[in-house]
């Protein structure tokens, strides 16, 4: 039986009831919704609120200082404030570097130049410090700009009290106050301690108005350096001199304690201002450690190696007589000469006229195989081990690679490459009774406020008998005398030995 048709009044009941019940079931989500907001997932929505309120911002930690044996100061860092830039966000780096060098009073090309070179490096973190010390004046031009690509914080900076004194020793750092040369580097990590992080509330305008530390910085350790800042500053006036002087390029200097292997200078020259940034792209003229890292040619220094490993393995003595050839000798195609023609001389005289022919003719007694091992003993072919960055070895082919004619230069001092590190270490030998002293620049370390750590360093290794080495230092001492290669050194009441030495520079 079929239903009657529904009336109009019918039809709308019906719609009247659909209607209620879609509103119904929208009325049912929006308090299950509310419910779950209001309740559920109350914790959630707070903490997702405050997140987009607050603002992480690191605190930068306090650089260690470094003190000179005598606690002197050498590098310490203060309060400053910054400019900083994220040249990921700069639109126009040409513009930027124009303001900014036209309120900062820097070179505009050079600063564009960083910027650029900023901009496309991974090592910035996202920032580029273009000011590490601005006054408060040009903080709030900058700031007044209201550019989202720049910054005013509070940091450090790093101050160097004696200019450039030392600074191959202990470098600088980099725009981001991390170390870029030197102790500095080399014990960046203790040096720079840990930063922490400011926690800043913001408004819906990213104003702040309430910040807390909510992690503090950790100050970074003091470093205590074996240099003597007096005797440093006399050696690099002493070697300026030096190589002014005598025309040259560059020069090295290095003076160390023979019994411990502190070092007390360390020089190069040409040297460099530590407070002076190398910009993008240019040379970093200067700046190379020369003592440590740049090796060469001995030359006749090192026939000290050669002597005392003659006295060790041979039956030679001082008074022994040495052909040497009347000023000439030809091995395997090649002449040898002196630069003065000496027929004989007695053993000692080789080192005291530093005869290139009677050091080959020792040399081929000792044997290429005690010579190597001597060398080795002496340290040479590989580092020192001091904390410094960039340190060379220097260069001495395995014994199974020597040719024949290397016996007619290695014991003159050629076919090797040492540092003047290595060679400040060959003396300390003869100097301290026949041990190997491992050379070092870093005599403690210190957390602010807890005592000083003394640093380890390996124990002296004898390598010479104490019969060579008195007769070693006899003869180094005849060097310094009249008649000697270095008599000019000779000083009326001190001591004094030693060798000097000259090596073949090919252009």
Known sequence: MEKPPLGPADKSLERLFLTGLILLGWALILVLRLLDLQVFAHEHYVKLAESQQDRLVPIEAPRGAIFDRNGHYLALSSPSRMVVVNPS????????????????????????????????????????????????????????????????????????PNGQLAAHVFGNVGAEGRGAAGIELKLDRELAGKPGMLRVKTDVKEHAYESEVAQSPVVGKNVGLTIDSEMQHVGEQALERAVIENHAEHGSLVAMDPRTGEVLALANYPTYDLDERLHAGETPHGRENLAVGAPFEPGSVFKVVTLSAALETTNLRPESVINCGGGAITLFGRVIHDSHPYGSLSFEDVLAKSSNIGAIHIGMQVGSKNLYEYIRRFGFGRRTGIELPAEAPGMLRPLRKWQATTMGSIPMGHELSVTSLQLAQ?????????????????????VPGEPKEVTPHPQPVRVLQPQTVMTMRMMMHRVVMPGGTAQRLHVIGYSIAGKTGTAQIFD
């Open 426 to 446: 060959l003396g300390s030998v003869i100097a301290n009774g026949g041990f190997l002293v491992h050379p070092r620049v870093v005599a403690w370390k210190q």
């Open 89 to 160: 966000r700069i639109g126009n780096p040409s513009t930027a570097a124009a303001l900014l060098a036209r309120i900062l009073d820097l070179d505009a090309r050079k600063l564009e130049t960083d910027l650029d070179a900023a901009a496309a490096s991974k090592h910035h973190h996202g920032f580029f410090v273009v000011d590490p010390h601005v006054t408060d004046e040009r903080a709030e031009a900058l700031r007044a700009m209201k550019f989202d690509w720049l910054e005013i914080r509070d940091g450090n900076v790093r101050s160097y």
